[in-house]
């Protein structure tokens, strides 16, 4: 299931960004799993910050696709789920994992 998140919300990126104008190759699931296989040993800079209580870069990923889905009259449901859980996430911390 979070396979299928991650895609879903790399596919509304890739919606908001034509939509702006952008000109994008290829394909997000694609993109997508390569970034994975090559990061699959990292701890994501997200997570990094949540555990030690810092701000995170929410604001400039996933909300910027929901802020900007919505001036072009994109939905961005996913993006939107996802901005808000790492605020949640955020307020909650600092947390350990394990």
Do not use: K
């Not at 034509?18 to 090559?38: I, K, Y």
């Not at 901005?83 to 307020?91: D, E, S």
């Amino acid at each position: 299931e979070a396979w299928e998140v991650a895609v879903a919300a790399a596919m509304e990126a890739q919606t908001v960004a034509q939509a702006a104008g952008f000109t994008l190759s290829g394909d997000p699931a694609a993109r997508l799993r390569q970034v994975c296989a090559n990061t699959a040993a990292n701890h994501s800079s997200m997570l990094q910050d949540i555990l030690a209580g810092r701000p995170t870069e929410i604001e400039a990923l996933n909300a910027q696709v929901a802020n900007r889905g919505r001036a072009l009259g994109l939905p961005t449901p996913v993006n939107d789920l996802l901005t808000l859980r790492l605020r949640a996430a955020a307020q909650s911390a600092p947390f350990t994992v394990g």
